[in-house]
């Protein structure tokens, strides 16, 4: 036994390697972080499968215990409504879900805490709680009303996507990559926003509702920067230079929502993160055509049969494997590259990607993005940049807007 003290003593030792330093460094300044996840499915998930968030594995992605391992100070609910809902109780489906939302918040008072501003955000690391935030997912659901987005901004929800794959009746979207027959040029019914669309982004800029331009067009990027009194951000989409996604941005949008004073936030589903996996989709979907024009053909009067029958083939293609979650720091360091250190988070799109990076599994494993970060090279400030203090920077302009137009009348347009 005595023989055996010195090599147990030695092995302390090993364990203080570089590496390990490392990781120790990148677990304090995570825990100190504020970190924000600007997009998570989670009602999505539950609305689904009903569960209990205080129980590992309630969604596939997230529940209260990984979330605490994860270091997650603020993640925003997507209050998504499907594009089926578009002329038919779309405000409906998102008040269904806001009430979900603060329902799943109340019943969890000791770890989760209704959030509305940054300093609420704040408040919560203070406290040691998480703060969750809403974010509507697809301008469908104020059925064209500035009043619908006047109460949706009262009931809690602090952003709004301006489409989702659909384009609505005042936004055009960038469509619906991952269809058997994907035709851009069918969804430019507006090119960009329309007259009302721009009234949409001049209200939300008065009522202090981030406006949110993952899913648009192109033209609709472009008229959203232009239209909008406040920096505009993308709540979850990745950069188009590295995997060439309609849903992605351009180098170009990237550099003007960054010089805006902007974010975009990455979106960690494989397929936004690698060209290979993009052409991979690409061609299992192609293939995809013909099976679903003879669904089109056997339902002629039924479309929205044909779109589930349709949906099943797409639900029955192998799964998407995994990239190394080391992709998604290759993003944050292009829009790094492209925009300055101060235009990017994190918007992983949890519980509504069926293909997390390998390493990035769910919430839980957060923390490996501030390990890769500082194996970059990255300063600690750089890293809680990207972990929380760039969104919170462009939160805090998005409420000063609102501040500074409080004399503003709330806008009465109507779409025609
Ligand atoms: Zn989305």
């Known amino acids: 036994m005595k023989k055996l003290r010195p090599l147990v003593l030695a092995l302390p030792l090993l364990a203080a390697a570089p590496a390990d330093d490392l990781v120790a460094r990148a677990a304090r300044i995570h825990r100190e972080a504020i970190v924000v996840d600007t997009h998570e499915d989670v009602p999505d998930a539950l609305a689904e499968k009903p569960a209990d968030v205080a129980v590992r594995g309630a969604t ?11 270091g ?3 993640p925003f609910f997507a209050v998504y409504v499907p594009a089926s809902h578009a002329d038919g109780g779309a405000a409906r489906v998102a008040l269904d879900r806001i009430d979900m939302v603060q329902n799943v918040v109340a019943a969890h008072p000791a770890d989760l805490t209704p959030a509305l501003s940054v300093t609420d955000i704040r408040r919560a690391k203070r406290e040691g709680k998480i703060a969750v935030l809403m974010g509507i997912e697809g301008g469908h659901a104020i059925e064209d009303s500035l009043g619908a987005l006047r ?7 602090r952003y709004m996507t301006l489409t989702h794959t659909n384009s609505n009746h005042w936004a055009d979207s960038s469509g619906n990559f991952f269809a058997p027959r994907f035709e851009p040029g069918s ?13 949409v982004v001049r209200e939300m800029n008065r009522v202090g509702m981030m406006v949110d331009v993952s899913h648009v067009s192109d033209e609709t990027i472009d008229d959203a920067l232009e239209a909008s009194r406040a920096p505009v951000f993308a709540s979850h989409s990745s950069c188009r230079a590295l995997a060439g996604l309609p849903r992605n941005l351009t180098d170009d949008q990237i550099r003007r929502i960054g010089a805006g004073g902007g974010v975009v936030m990455i979106n960690v589903s494989s397929v936004f993160l690698d060209q290979g996996r993009v052409d991979a989709a690409r061609d299992a979907l192609d293939a995809l055509q013909e099976p679903a024009e003879r669904i089109r053909r056997q339902y002629p009067d039924d479309p929205k049969r044909a779109a589930a029958e349709i949906n099943k083939l797409i639900e029955a293609l192998p799964p998407r494997p995994s990239v190394p979650f080391t992709k998604v720091v290759d993003h944050i360091e292009h829009v790094m590259k492209v925009a300055g250190p101060d235009a990017v988070g994190l918007g992983t799109d949890f519980d509504g990607i069926p293909d997390p990076p390998a ?4 919430v839980s494993k957060l923390p490996r993005i501030t390990e890769e970060l500082l194996r970059r090279g990255h300063s600690e400030p750089e890293v809680r940049k990207v972990l929380g203090e760039n969104f919170l920077r462009f939160f805090a302009r998005v409420e000063e807007v609102s501040r500074s137009l409080a004399a503003e009348a709330p806008a009465t347009d109507v779409l025609k």
């Open 60 to 70: 596939k992605h997230f529940d209260i215990p990984r979330a605490r391992e994860g």
């Open 187 to 199: 969804y430019r019914v507006h090119h960009g926003l329309s007259g009302f669309g721009r009234a």
């Open 72 to 74: 997650l100070t603020a």
């Open 359 to 362: 390493g990035l599994e769910d």
């Open 151 to 157: 109460d949706f901004h009262r009931l809690g929800v």
